[in-house]
């Protein structure tokens, strides 16, 4: 199994946000250290695109021993497909650099689970940012040599693979290991920015990589949805 960190400077919504701090780690070498922490990991590699301002992560990541690997920009199906072709191993799992609060555990569990239902897909519903996704590596090398990737395949990797009929998929459930996945934790705004530093100021035993029972607690649990705030902030404007 490798493990497949997915970042850029260049983010949309919150440009930068891997350069931001959780416990004293940037985001970038805190995903590098949750990546290295599943146990049986074989690899683990950064792919990022090809502008030359990426090239400021590559320190972070390699100072960790991941490998650090640059390819398309704009076309995250294909950056994906070239960054693990010389690789051997049967499964991937793909995390996003907005997942800062990933489980090992999580992952280890899902990977167990796909891997003896012998599935070429595996999430946990409803795509948790607690797990990130395991895909079989032919499977994703074949959605990409095919040529008949979407432009939301091109954008979101497995897009494709998600609803291809071909594919064996399997999910677990939205409340896997005792974690609400629906309230899963990420980095993609201002507000997902301020959250992350009330944690941080608030929640100590979020500092490991390994932090499942904290992470199941009813403080953490029972944090405002940033989703949920924005939409209460449009109503009462409306109103």
């Known amino acids: 199994m490798i493990v497949v960190l997915q970042g850029r400077v260049r983010s949309t919504?919150?440009?930068g946000k891997g350069f931001f701090t959780f416990f004293g780690q940037t985001i970038w070498e805190r995903m590098c250290s949750i990546a290295l922490a599943i146990t049986g990991v074989e690899q683990v590699i950064f792919a990022?695109?090809?502008l030359d301002e990426n090239r400021l992560i590559e320190p972070f990541v390699t100072a960790q021993g991941v490998r650090f690997f640059a390819g398309s920009e704009d076309d995250l199906l294909e950056r994906f497909s070239h960054a693990i072709e010389s690789t051997t191993a049967e499964y991937v799992v793909r995390l996003?650099?907005?997942n800062?609060?990933?489980q090992p555990e999580v992952v280890e569990g899902l990977l167990g689970a796909v891997s003896t239902a012998g599935a070429d897909y595996g999430?946990?519903?409803?795509?948790?940012?607690?797990?990130g996704e395991v895909v079989r590596r032919s499977t994703l090398l074949d959605a990409h040599a095919s040529g008949l990737s979407t432009a939301m395949a091109r954008e979101h990797v497995t897009w494709d693979i998600r609803r291809s009929a071909a594919v064996k998929k399997m999910a677990l459930p939205c409340d896997y290991l005792g974690l609400d996945h629906a309230r899963s934790v990420t980095l993609d705004t201002i507000d997902d920015l301020i959250q992350l530093k009330t944690l941080e100021r608030t929640q100590p035993l979020l500092r490991p990589v390994r932090c499942l029972a904290a992470l199941r607690s009813a403080t953490i649990q029972g944090l405002e949805d940033p989703r949920e705030r924005l939409q209460s902030r449009a109503r009462n404007r409306l109103a």
Not at 123 to 128: A, G, K, N, R, T
């Open 13 to 15: 919504r919150l440009p």
């Open 48 to 50: 990022t695109g090809n």
């Open 96 to 98: 996003t650099c907005d």
């Open 100 to 102: 800062y609060l990933a």
């Open 123 to 131: 999430f946990v519903e409803p795509l948790s940012h607690y797990a």
